[in-house]
């Protein structure tokens, strides 16, 4: 595949943009529109531009980690964050709220549904991970059909 050195340009100029506009959406979610689901299409549309600038070399440059450990960590995030709540005598994903006072900061307001979303995120990343993966991964020729001809 030959590459566009415009496009592999541009995309590595926005991509870095992109994943912070992500992250925003992230933590933004709980009381603007956003969230963890947004913010992880938003990461997939990023890696997507990476995948079609240079393939899935480019992609894999960009997140080193395997797309089932991504979508583990996030399952398991959003596992946890469910059933905390009934540890301690909860209902089942029964929120928590807190203001912290951050020196640089300010006063921050944390949330346990933001676990949650990130846990959403990492789903969302993963699986378009996953499916970059097995859009660019070559074709070992393990194919069950037969060519006729």
Do not use: W
């Not at 959406?25 to 079609?52: D, E, I, K």
């Amino acid at each position: 595949m030959k590459r566009s050195v415009i496009l592999d340009r541009c995309v590595r100029a926005e991509f870095h943009t992109l994943v912070l506009i992500s992250l925003f959406l992230l933590f933004a979610g709980h009381n603007q529109p956003g969230g963890g689901f947004v913010g992880g299409l938003v990461a997939g549309a990023a890696l997507g531009l990476r995948f079609l600038a240079g393939g899935i070399d480019e992609v894999q440059q960009a997140a080193r980690f395997h797309p089932f450990a991504i979508i583990g960590a996030g399952l398991l995030l959003g596992a946890a964050t469910a059933l905390v709540p009934l540890a301690i005598g909860d209902q089942l994903l029964r929120s928590a709220k807190a203001t912290v006072d951050l020196p640089v900061v300010g006063s921050v307001h944390l949330s346990s549904s933001l676990v949650f979303d990130a846990g959403v995120y990492l789903v969302v990343v993963g699986l378009v991970l996953l499916m970059l993966r097995a859009l660019g991964e070559p074709d070992d020729g393990g194919s069950d059909r037969e060519v006729v001809g």
